[in-house]
């Protein structure tokens, strides 16, 4: 029995195969080095004092417990320094945490309130390397829970910033005591005290270290030139680091301006944040003062050169240099660099707080934002998913520049970046009554949904969707909203409420005599009985789906019905009639002008099924090892694990128990790098059955 190595994506297999039964698996795709994570912000040469905090800092770490990752909660009114002290402090304890430093912006008080769960998840996971977007699962645990298996293999620094609530930290926090969470916020949170956490309060700046910074900012020269206004200024700013850094912009880019005639001090009966942020503000030039006020208005969490070009009708070199000098006076930050976007910023929630309400022209700032959207996803999915259905759309603002989508991997980065801004747009079309652009955005992201396996997003924003096509009364957008919020129910296996939904499809496309949503439909009904394991149910409804794809001369439609039926047939073991249907449902997805590779990999995972359960397991083995190579090197890495568990069936069917252990084992081994905890409970309990009793 010669030995064979089977390497899938990092998963290695080393098993006696008997000659001819198992034909080799090598797939090569081994990712790049992993680049340590270096997140904390740069510290600024401006940034001053805190010996006193970091050696608290430091006392807390020497004499945190052993056990779970230690949190440190650092407390403090906004703008008195908390995310600049623990990136200057977690960069002087870089070498403790080798595998880098993580930060999150929770996002309290942001656009569309504290992050979802998800996205914090995910963007650790991102952060760490660990999978691309298509490989994350889609539920809230099961990310949380892959975050934290992946953290207690390493030793990390994690900062979660501007945190709302104690529910958004908890979660996260690692089971090594290898790893540090430290979490900013401008209130203490007793659970987690109760938890073990440390607080620590952090205040404002000495009188003398708050000129220091003046000094640092504006210039040794020119504070020395008028040191009474300058320590005036200081006392005005009641040493907000924030505070002091508005008030210093406003002069550093009008050299002319003497400290004494500053704006602040005219105001100085006025809490220091607001004041220095008003009178920032007031100093701006038009064109930044214009820029801001409309970007305040765009509903998104963070924002890159592009966006806010489009949504502001502002040429786009032009946008790039206010955003600078906007980042110079400190009103708004750069928060990073994101594939495709180039470099993000978020408005300071103060600043935007204050500047809301000068702002007019809503509705058509958003309408732009809205339209740069759609327009983007419509790219996409014409690239990705090139038989989405498109639906009418208002063409009323064309982006000056639009996203660069060179390939489909800038084109899925671009979806990743931009899902948490998903929401707070559709929230604000709704609430504007822009029903039109909601529905054909929720309808142009389907990649976002489908390729990257946002269920959870996929179910909130096709609800969202659904009513807003209802209101619009578009009955193609309607139907197509239905049956889409189905697919999502059909995946979280709420099948009930999949097979009502398509039921109305089904009623709303016979209203319409259409029989291509007709056939869709009742391939849906029979799709969902299907995954519902109600095989005798499904047969007759994908048997009409396959006569209706046929009258509509549409081989797709009827090759995708025939996989299920014909795997239908054969789980009730009738492999004579199951067989050549997925024969068939092959010989139509290969016969596709564009092809459809994916589908067709499929059809043969299930063709090897159909061929083991009839005995044939040497020509199973052989089948479904084709259809998982197909899988890697499409990238579904769900489909290969799939495919692999298929392999261990074949083998457990072919009396060889140890085989089918090492292919269950490593099916396993993928499901976990997926994150996907109930397949990774089944392949156990499939492990757990070959074991002798």
């Not at 910033?161 to 401008?186: G, H, K, M, N, Y």
């Not at 239905?482 to 039921?503: C, F, N, P, V």
């Not at 069936?649 to 072919?654: H, I, L, T, W």
């Amino acid at each position: 029995m010669p030995t064979v190595s089977n390497s899938i994506d990092g998963a290695h297999v080393h098993q006696a195969v008997q000659a001819g039964q198992v034909r080799d698996i090598h797939f090569h795709t081994a990712a790049p080095p992993r680049q340590v994570p270096r997140q904390l912000a740069a510290v600024t040469r401006v940034f001053t004092d805190r010996k006193h905090d970091f050696a608290a800092l430091d006392g807390l770490l020497a004499s945190l417990p052993e056990g779970t990752a230690p949190v440190i909660v650092i407390t403090g009114s906004g703008g008195i320094g908390k995310s600049a002290l623990v990136s200057h402090w977690g960069r002087r304890h870089a070498k403790r945490y080798p595998d880098g430093q993580l930060l999150v912006q929770l996002g309290a008080g942001g656009v569309g309130g504290p992050a979802p769960a998800t996205e914090t998840a995910r963007s650790l996971l991102r952060g760490i390397g660990d999978g691309t977007a298509e490989q994350l699962p889609w539920k809230e645990a099961d990310l949380q829970a892959l975050w934290r298996s992946s953290a207690a293999t390493r030793r990390l620094l994690v900062v979660l910033e501007d945190a709302a609530t104690a529910d958004q930290v908890v979660p996260l926090i690692p089971a090594t005591s290898e790893c540090l969470v430290v979490v900013t916020s401008r209130s203490p949170f007793p659970v987690l005290a109760a938890l073990g956490a440390h607080h620590h309060h952090l205040g404002p700046l000495a009188p003398a270290h708050a000129v220091q910074l003046l000094s640092r900012i504006l210039g040794e020269d020119r504070v020395r030139a008028e040191p009474a206004a300058a320590e005036a200024l200081a006392r005005t700013c009641q040493g907000s680091p924030l505070a002091l850094g508005l008030a210093a912009g406003a002069v550093v880019l009008t050299p002319a301006r003497s400290l004494a005639s500053h704006p602040a001090l005219a105001a100085a009966d006025l809490e220091s944040l607001p004041m220095t942020t008003a009178v920032a503000l007031a100093s701006l030039p038009e064109p930044e003062a214009r820029l801001l006020r409309l970007a305040a208005l765009i509903p998104a969490p963070d924002l890159d050169h592009l966006t806010m070009a489009a949504a502001t009708a502002t040429p786009t070199a032009r946008t790039l240099q206010l955003l600078h000098e906007l980042s110079a006076r400190h009103l708004i930050d750069h928060t990073g660099r994101q594939p495709v976007r180039g470099d993000v910023y978020r408005i300071r929630p103060n600043v935007r707080e204050m500047i809301r309400d000068q702002a007019d022209n809503q509705r058509l700032v958003v309408q732009r934002y809205l339209d740069h959207l759609i327009a983007t996803a419509q790219d996409i999915v014409q690239r990705l998913t090139p038989h989405h259905r498109v639906l009418p759309r208002q063409q009323r603002h064309h982006p000056a520049e639009p996203v660069h989508i060179t390939d489909d991997r800038t084109a899925l980065d671009w979806l990743e970046a931009i899902a948490p801004a998903v929401l707070p747009a559709l929230a604000t079309a709704r609430t504007l009554g822009e029903h039109q652009a909601a529905t054909v955005l929720v309808h142009d992201m389907w990649p976002l949904f489908h390729r990257l396996r946002r269920t959870d997003l996929s179910l909130t924003c096709h609800k969202l969707g659904l009513d807003s096509a209802r209101i619009w009364g578009h009955p193609m957008a309607t139907y197509e909203m239905t049956t889409t919020l189905a697919i999502s129910h059909k995946r979280t296996g709420e099948h009930e409420d999949a097979l009502r939904l398509y039921e109305e499809g089904r009623t709303l496309a016979t209203k319409d005599q259409d029989p291509t949503r007709i056939a869709q439909c009742t391939a849906g009904i029979g799709a969902t009985l299907y995954e519902a394991e109600q095989y005798a149910t499904a047969e007759p409804e994908l048997a009409r789906a396959i006569e209706l794809y046929a009258d509509l001369d549409d081989r797709r439609g009827a090759g995708l019905a025939e996989i299920l039926l014909g795997s239908a047939a054969t789980r009730q073991g009738n492999t004579d009639l199951g067989i050549p249907l997925l024969q068939q449902a092959i010989a139509d997805l290969e016969s596709l002008t564009p092809p459809d590779p994916l589908n067709v990999a499929r059809a043969k995972v299930y063709l090897g099924e159909a061929q083991s359960l009839a005995g044939e397991h040497d020509v199973a083995a052989g089948t479904i090892n084709i259809a998982v190579q197909e899988f890697v090197r499409l990238g579904h890495r769900h489909w290969a694990a799939y495919g692999i568990e298929f392999l261990g069936e074949a083998a457990e069917r072919g009396s060889l128990p140890a085989l089918a252990a090492s292919w269950y084992a490593a099916s396993q081994d993928q499901y976990r790098n997926l994150g996907s905890s109930r397949d990774v409970e089944r392949l156990q309990s499939r492990l757990l059955a070959l074991l002798p009793e």
